[in-house]
């Protein structure tokens, strides 16, 4: 995500630099550079969240590691608890759990921004504690152990699902059951059986994202993963938009999954799929690209 978004500034600055401020691709860019709610903002909002938040996003999102070291620098000057630089030159980072937010709300960029630098971090070497966003998916595996356990205590399902599964097949089938196991806890009329209660919900809630965020660790992987720094301009262009699309995609899947208002998360994704349907068709062709049936991917 961090490369992707690195990579997609140029393209968000001539959005701006065209005029073309009302589109869904720019609002969606934008988000990720305010820690404001930009759905519903005015095009006035929109270009002065862009106005502050561009030369933040251009210091921190580089292709050599400065961008990353330029967010440790601004942290540090922030909160020495979060992050700090040692005698010997190496660094504490200490978000603590849920913190990511904090940082992200003290810098005035959106959580989504912080926790992709935190993963490029990662993979510059950087010693990342365990207590940090790192740390969240162990937690959401775990999670999802004992509140799996708690719904089996109190009779709301006999299933033992399998987190960690590297079967596509069988994630969607436990998708699909944790998903009755959702609303086997409602009645014909939407509400809450007597049986049960709001921790009952969270409990069937975690089950579900924790299966969800597993299928998309293993489903459209390469997509996420390829490498455009050396490829032809065309292509790193259509290869990033095919990236921020599955990462949309994915949390439109998690939002629809637990019956969350989808509305944001499906206007990001139809913006993103209109814009890739508009590229190049033959470079699409060349990569077996087709746009008809990525919300189906």
Known sequence: MY??????????KQLYDDGLIGTNQFRTAVQLMSNQDLSTA??????????????VMTKYFTDSSDGCLNFLNDVQKLNSEWVHMNEDGSWDINFGVGDDQDVADALGINV?????????LSDYGFDI???????????????????????IDIGATDITFNFG??????????????????NSLYNDDGELNVKYNEDDVENAIA???????RKQSLDDAAILKVDTSTADSDITNIISKLQEFKLSYNNLEVQTAIGADTTEAQTACDGLLTEISG???????????DTTSLLES
């Open 3 to 12: 490369d992707s978004l690195a990579g997609s500034l140029e393209d968000i």
């Open 42 to 55: 005015s095009i006035d909002e929109l270009l002065a969240a862009y106005e502050s938040g561009y030369s």
């Open 112 to 120: 989504e921004a912080v926790q992709a630098i935190m993963r490029k």
């Open 129 to 151: 504690n365990l207590d940090s966003i790192f740390s969240q998916l162990d937690n959401l595996q775990s999670r999802a152990e004992e509140a799996n356990q708690a719904l």
């Open 165 to 182: 599964t590297d079967d596509i097949d069988y994630l969607n089938e436990q998708i699909e059951q944790s998903k009755d196991l959702l």
């Open 207 to 213: 089950v579900i994202e924790r299966l969800i965020y």
């Open 279 to 289: 590229m190049d068709a033959e470079i699409l062709a060349t990569l077996g690209i």
